[in-house]
C-alpha cells in the first residue's frame, strides 16, 4: 500500500494502483485514472462507472456476467468501452476494489 | 417426531447424513436424504480418468453404501422446495414437510450458457471433463489424438475445484510427453482471470510452473461463443484462440431445483451466511457444499470443513442456541504438477495460500506451495480417505476445520 496524487490529491493506493479508500474518489480522479488507461471517458463511461459505484456500495460482488445482465450495458458494449480487461480497467477508474472472483 | 430433510447425496450431504445421524436421537427425529442418482461419483478422480491414471470402477460407487443405517435414503427428484410453508414437492406430487432443511444440492455444468459450444463438435473436438461421461469420452479420444492445438479453458468464475483446469494442463503436458508427441502438441491456457489463479502468490508459483512446462498462458479472456465451424473461441473484445482440441470447463450453476424454487441468484446459487452456513432468508434451511454463494472454493475440502461447523450449528438451532459464526473459508487443496509431482495449498477467506508446512508446523511433512513427490503420494492417497473416512464424517487426524496459521510463511 502507498500513498500518490491523483489529480493533485493524495489517494492510498494498493500495488496494483487500485485505490484503497473509496471515500477518497472524485471525478477528477476518475478522469485521471482513465487518462492512464488511454481512455477518454464519454457519458456511457460515466454511467456503468456510477453503476459498479453503487454495486460496490450494496457490497454486491461484480461479475461480468452481472454487468452483462445489469441493463446498464452489455458485455460487448463493456469491452467497446474498457478494452481488453473491462472489469478490472473500470473498477481502478471507479475507484474500488479488483472485483475478486470467487474461487 | 421431527424431520431432517437432506437435498442431495453427493460428498457434503452424505457427510451431514453420518454426522447428524450420530448426535440425533432416533426417537426424535427423523433423517432422510434425497437424491435421483443411484451412483457416487469421487470427482477428483474425473482430472485423472482422461489420462488413463484412474480407471472408472475406482471413481463410482453406489450411493447407499455411504448413508448409515437408520437414514432412509430416497431415490426419487424434486420438483422444488417451498420454504415459506416447509415442504418439498417430489416430481411424483408427494409434499415432505421438514422441521430443517440442509440443501447440498451442488453445481452442475452448463454449457448451454455459451452460444456454439454445445453444437457438433460436442464430444468431437469440444470436451469437458467435470462430469463422468464427458472425463470417459475425453479418455477415449486422448487415447487415439495424433497432436494438434490443446486448449484448456475457463469459462466463467466460479467453478467447482479452480485449479482443476490448470492441473489438467500440467497432466497433460506429462501425458504427451510420456507418449513421446509433446513436440505435436502446442498447449493453451485460457482463464477469465488476469492470472493462472486468483491469488497473488500461488498465481506466481504456478505461472511459473507454466512457463516451465511451455504451456501458454491466454488471460482476462472472457468467451463469447465458441466458432464450431472454424474451431476457434472467441472472446467478447474480439480476441481469438483456435484450438484443434478445446477441453473447456463450461460455466458452472447450482441445480434447476433453486430456480424452480426461487431460492438462488443468477447462476443458481443459494444465498447463505459465510461464516453460519444459514440461508440468508430462511433460518432452518442451512446450506453447504458447492450449492452456496459464499467466496469459499467449491472442493471437497471446503465442504468436509464446512460439515463439521454445520454440525455444530444445526445442533445449537435444535437447542434454540446462537449459531457460531465459525466457517472460515478454509480450503486445502494437492494440486497436481505432473510427473509424478503436486504441490499443497492450504488458505481461507482472509489468507492466500503461501509456502510453509503442513499439518504440522514446521515439521510437514507436506510442504505448501513447492511441488514434491510426497504431495503427490497425498493426493493419491486422498482417494482411499475419501471412501474410507471423509464420506463417512471421521475426523480427518491432524487437521481442522478452520486454518491454522502456524507453519506459514506469511509476511
Known amino acids: ?103 | 417426531m421431527k424431520r431432517l430433510l437432506i437435498l442431495g447425496a453427493g460428498t457434503a450431504g452424505t457427510m451431514m447424513a453420518n454426522h447428524l445421524h450420530h448426535h440425533l436421537s432416533a426417537d426424535e427425529w427423523e433423517i432422510d436424504i434425497i437424491d435421483e442418482e443411484t451412483e457416487h461419483y469421487y470427482q477428483p478422480g474425473f482430472l485423472f480418468l482422461p489420462f488413463d491414471i484412474y480407471e472408472p470402477e475406482d471413481i463410482v460407487k453406489p450411493i447407499r453404501q455411504f448413508i448409515p443405517q437408520g437414514v432412509n435414503l430416497i431415490q426419487e427428484s424434486i420438483d422444488r422446495i417451498v420454504p415459506a410453508e416447509q415442504y418439498v414437492l417430489m416430481e411424483g406430487g408427494d409434499r415432505l414437510r421438514y422441521d430443517i432443511l440442509i440443501v447440498a444440492t451442488g453445481a452442475k455444468i452448463a454449457p448451454e450458457e455459451v452460444p456454439g459450444m454445445l453444437g457438433k463438435e460436442w464430444k468431437q473436438s469440444i470436451f469437458d471433463f467435470y462430469t463422468f461421461e464427458g472425463a470417459l469420452a475425453l479418455r477415449n479420444k486422448l487415447r487415439e489424438w495424433e497432436g494438434g492445438k490443446l486448449v484448456v479453458h475457463i469459462t466463467e468464475m466460479p467453478i467447482k475445484c479452480p485449479v482443476a483446469p490448470l492441473e489438467f494442463a500440467f497432466l497433460a503436458d506429462s501425458f504427451f510427453r510420456n507418449k513421446h508427441m509433446r513436440d505435436r502438441v502446442d498447449i493453451t491456457f485460457v482463464t477469465p482471470l488476469s492470472g493462472a489463479f486468483t491469488k497473488p502468490k500461488a498465481t506466481a508459483a504456478l505461472e511459473h510452473l507454466l512457463d516451465e512446462k511451455h504451456i501458454h498462458i491466454e488471460s482476462d479472456f472472457a468467451i463469447e461463443q465458441v466458432d464450431a465451424d472454424n474451431k476457434t473461441i472467441i472472446d467478447y473484445g474480439g480476441r481469438t484462440v483456435p484450438f484443434d482440441l478445446l477441453v473447456t470447463v463450461p460455466t458452472n450453476k447450482g441445480d434447476a431445483v433453486i430456480e424452480r424454487s426461487g431460492m438462488g441468484d443468477d447462476l443458481n446459487f443459494v444465498p447463505t451466511n459465510k461464516a453460519t452456513l444459514q440461508s440468508k432468508e430462511w433460518p432452518n434451511i442451512f446450506v453447504l457444499g458447492d450449492a452456496t454463494n459464499i467466496a469459499a472454493s467449491k472442493a471437497g475440502s471446503v465442504a468436509h470443513f464446512e460439515a463439521e461447523i454445520l454440525t455444530e450449528n444445526i445442533l445449537r438451532f435444535m437447542d434454540n442456541q446462537p449459531l457460531k459464526e465459525e466457517f472460515d473459508g478454509h480450503a486445502n487443496c494437492f494440486v497436481e504438477t505432473g510427473n509424478g509431482k503436486a504441490l499443497l495449498i492450504d488458505f481461507n477467506y482472509t489468507h492466500e495460500p503461501v509456502e510453509g508446512t503442513f499439518p504440522f508446523p514446521g515439521v510437514g511433512p507436506l510442504r505448501l506451495l513447492k511441488e514434491s513427490r510426497i504431495n503427490h503420494m497425498g493426493k493419491l492417497a486422498f482417494r482411499w480417505i475419501y471412501w474410507n473416512m471423509l464420506l463417512k464424517g471421521t475426523h480427518i487426524p491432524f487437521v481442522s476445520a478452520t486454518m491454522q496459521e502456524a507453519g506459514k510463511d506469511f509476511d
Open chain 1, 1 to 103: 500500500m502507498s500513498e500518490r496524487i491523483i489529480a493533485g490529491t493524495p489517494v492510498n493506493v494498493n500495488e496494483e494502483g487500485f485505490m484503497t479508500d473509496f471515500k477518497q474518489w472524485n471525478q477528477s480522479i476518475g478522469t485521471e485514472l482513465a487518462g492512464e488507461a488511454s481512455l477518454t471517458l464519454t457519458p456511457r463511461h460515466w454511467q456503468v462507472i456510477e453503476y459498479l459505484q453503487t454495486e460496490y456500495r450494496n457490497e454486491s460482488p461484480l461479475s461480468i456476467r452481472k454487468i452483462g445482465k445489469s441493463g446498464v450495458v452489455d458485455i460487448k458494449e463493456f469491452y467497446q468501452l474498457f478494452p481488453n480487461a473491462p472489469l478490472k480497467t473500470a473498477a481502478k477508474i471507479a475507484g474500488i476494489p479488483k472485483p475478486a472472483s470467487c474461487i
